[in-house]
């Protein structure tokens, strides 16, 4: 339980120290006081995400000591003297691709390339907005940090969603889904009656089987190496399966589709990225969606790229516009037309968040979500 002291918001977090390393449940001090463009967030669920996981193990570099997690469902407790349009009480999901809405990106509409948005409302500011009782100071993740009680956030990282969501399946919306989804529809754009293939469906890759669902593609093709993984994606709209670590894949899926209209990755290895470039039909493009381990390299097929007009583009956050993409995902959800219950595969205090990060080690997690009520 959080409690308030002359100096700041006492919080128990799940802190990285050292990397590779695991979690420990630390009693964290939390700024009280309030930049004007920031909101106190009393946090709810936050799910564990694969880019978590690579910090833990050390492939993606990242300041220490600090906080993961960055898929977050919470309500807010306090707003800045800046903060006009949203309330105490309100429930909040938020994102990675926070935007300062000024910046040339921002400004012709591609926010989720925003230039600041990995200091935005942190390199101006005075004070840690974390740190350990003898002030020593506690990083967040991507400027979010979910394995928290409570956070600080910029305004511009989150977006009220309706009270009723449950707090563990909104939370899910800020990152899995998101980039899943937004991949297909604002990325790639599929259009209805397209081929689709989806290498790697774990969290992310079951939303991009549901996203190209949505947007109505005629067969939709799930490769991965794990059977129980595929019989997943059977029930977020995945028309076919094919078992990667059964035989060729290329040759299986063109055994289904023939050529395909879009491939994407999932997985973010060079050997899955140029099986997607061989999956494709001339003049299309496969999706990197996944992502490449820090020093990863891409070995691509040069002639066959370029005699067949091919191409290999990067995703970032399913190219998303969160503050409108959400609350239509959340309304979508409670049409009963985007799966989010079968996602979330474990649901665990904040004690045992590292068993979820092993949950994923072991192949066994769609979504395992840390739940702080």
């Not at 006492?10 to 939390?30: H, M, Q, T």
């Not at 807010?76 to 429930?91: F, I, N």
């Not at 511009?156 to 009270?163: I, Q, R």
């Not at 754009?189 to 469906?201: A, I, K, L, N």
Request: charged fraction near 25%; glycine fraction near 12%.
């Amino acid at each position: 339980m959080s409690t308030t002291t002359e100096v700041g918001v006492r919080v128990r977090a799940a802190v990285l120290a050292s990397a590779p390393g695991d979690l420990a449940v630390e009693e964290l001090v939390l700024d009280p006081v309030l930049e004007p463009h920031e909101v106190r967030v009393r946090v709810r669920a936050c799910g564990l995400c694969h880019s978590d996981l690579h910090m833990l193990d050390g492939t993606l570099p990242t300041a220490l000591p600090t906080v993961p997690g960055h898929e977050i469902a919470g309500v807010v407790e306090a707003v800045g003297s800046a903060v006009d349009d949203l309330v105490v009480g309100a429930t909040v999901v938020a994102c990675l691709s926070m935007y300062c809405g000024r910046c040339a990106e921002c400004r012709t509409g591609r926010s989720w390339l925003c230039v600041r948005r990995n200091d935005l409302g942190r390199a101006e500011r005075p004070r840690p907005r974390l740190s350990r009782p003898d002030g020593a100071e506690v990083g967040q993740v991507a400027g979010l940090g979910g394995l928290v009680e409570r956070t600080v956030l910029h305004r511009n990282s989150v977006v009220e969603v309706p009270a009723d969501l449950p707090p563990d399946r909104a939370a899910l919306l800020g990152c899995a889904v998101v980039t899943g989804v937004g991949s297909v529809q604002r990325g790639a754009r599929v259009r209805p009656g397209e081929t689709v293939v989806v290498v790697g469906v774990g969290g992310v890759g079951l939303n991009v089987v549901q996203g190209a669902r949505l947007a109505g593609a005629r067969r939709i093709v799930a490769v991965d190496v794990r059977p129980a993984k595929l019989e997943l994606a059977r029930t977020f709209g995945a028309t076919d399966v094919v078992d990667a670590g059964a035989g060729d894949a290329v040759a299986a899926v063109r055994d289904l589709l023939g050529d395909v209209d879009h491939v994407f990755d999932v997985v973010g290895r060079s050997a899955t990225v140029a099986q997607a470039v061989q999956m494709l039909r001339p003049g299309r493009t496969a999706w990197l969606v996944g992502i490449p381990p820090v020093g990863e390299e891409l070995r691509l097929p040069g002639l066959h790229l370029l005699t067949q007009a091919k191409g290999v583009q990067g995703l970032l956050m399913g190219s998303n516009r969160f503050t409108e993409d959400i609350p239509v995902l959340a309304e979508l959800y409670r049409q009963g037309r985007l799966e989010l219950d079968a996602l979330v595969s474990a649901r665990l205090p904040l004690e045992r968040a590292g068993e979820g990060f092993e949950l994923m080690r072991e192949g066994g997690a769609a979504r395992a979500v840390v739940c702080l009520d």
